[in-house]
C-alpha cells in the first residue's frame, strides 16, 4: 500500500479544469517539499510535469500546475485538452533517500 | 538532447537472474543521481532503486533489497541492474532514470515458468 494516496480516476470535459490529489499518509516525506508529477500515456515513457511542488520543467505547458496544503498536495491542469488523457502520478523522496510513487490516478477527458 | 536506452529484458524463470543495462546520452552522466522504477501489467509505477553520481550510496525499495543490485560505471555512461532470484511479482517494464526528468522507454522482464 502506498503511503501516497491518489484518488483511482477523475474525469472533465475539453476547457475544463481537473484537480488530481495526492496525500501522504506516514511520516516518512520530512517536509513533504519534493512532491513531483508525472504523465504516463500507456506504453511510452513517463513525463516529469511538476517538479518540487510547484516548478514546471522547460517545455512543459503553463496548463500544467501544482501546489500543497498540509499533507496533500494538488495537480490542476486547466483548459482540458484530449491530449491530457492519461495517467498521472504523484511521487516524493522519503527520510531515507528513497522515493515513493503515488497509487496514480486515470484521467478521463469526456 | 538527453537520452536514455535500457536494454537486457527477457523472459527468465523464477529463481532466476537477468542484468538490464542503460545506455545515458546527451547530458553529463557522472553527476546525476539514477534511478530504476518499473511497471507490472496492470499496476502503478514503483520506484526500485537509486545510485549517487559516484556510486558511493545506493538505496532500495523492500520489495527487492537483497535480491537486487544497483550500479553504475561513469566511464561507459551506463546504469545496470542485476536482478536476481528473480519472482513471479517482479515481471514488469523497467525503466531507468536519472532524476526523474529524462526516461528510457523501458524494457520488459518476465517472469515465468
Redesign the interface.
Known amino acids: 500500500q502506498?503511503a501516497l494516496t491518489q484518488p483511482a480516476s477523475v474525469s472533465g470535459s475539453p476547457g475544463q479544469s481537473i484537480t488530481i490529489s495526492c496525500t501522504e499518509t506516514s511520516s516518512d516525506f520530512g517536509g513533504y517539499n519534493y512532491v513531483?508529477w508525472?504523465q504516463?500515456h500507456p506504453g511510452?515513457?513517463?513525463?516529469?510535469m511538476i517538479?518540487d511542488v510547484s516548478y514546471r520543467?522547460s517545455g512543459v505547458s503553463n496548463r500544467f500546475s501544482g501546489s500543497k496544503s498540509a499533507n496533500t498536495a494538488s495537480l490542476t491542469i486547466s483548459g482540458l485538452q484530449a491530449e491530457d488523457e492519461a495517467?498521472y502520478?504523484c511521487?516524493s523522496n522519503t527520510t531515507?533517500?528513497?522515493?515513493?510513487?503515488?497509487?496514480?490516478t486515470k484521467l478521463t477527458v469526456l | 538532447e538527453a537520452q536514455l536506452v535500457e536494454s537486457g529484458g527477457g523472459l527468465v524463470q523464477p529463481g532466476g537472474s537477468l542484468r538490464l543495462s542503460c545506455a545515458a546520452s546527451g547530458f553529463t552522466f557522472s553527476r546525476y543521481w539514477m534511478?530504476w522504477?518499473r511497471q507490472a501489467p496492470g499496476k502503478?509505477?514503483?520506484?526500485v532503486a537509486?545510485i549517487k553520481e559516484d556510486g558511493s550510496?545506493k538505496?532500495?525499495?523492500d520489495s527487492v533489497k537483497g535480491r537486487f543490485i544497483i550500479s553504475r560505471d561513469s566511464a561507459k555512461n551506463s546504469l545496470y541492474l542485476q536482478m536476481n532470484s528473480l519472482r513471479v511479482e517482479d515481471t514488469a517494464v523497467y525503466?531507468c532514470?536519472n532524476s526523474?526528468?529524462t526516461?528510457?522507454?523501458?524494457t520488459l522482464v518476465t517472469v515465468s515458468s
Open positions: 502506498s513531483s508525472y504516463h511510452k515513457a513517463p513525463k516529469l517538479y520543467p495517467d502520478y511521487s531515507t533517500n528513497t522515493w515513493v510513487f503515488g497509487g496514480g | 534511478n522504477v502503478g509505477l514503483e520506484w537509486n550510496e538505496y532500495y525499495a525503466y532514470t526523474f526528468d526516461w528510457g522507454q523501458g
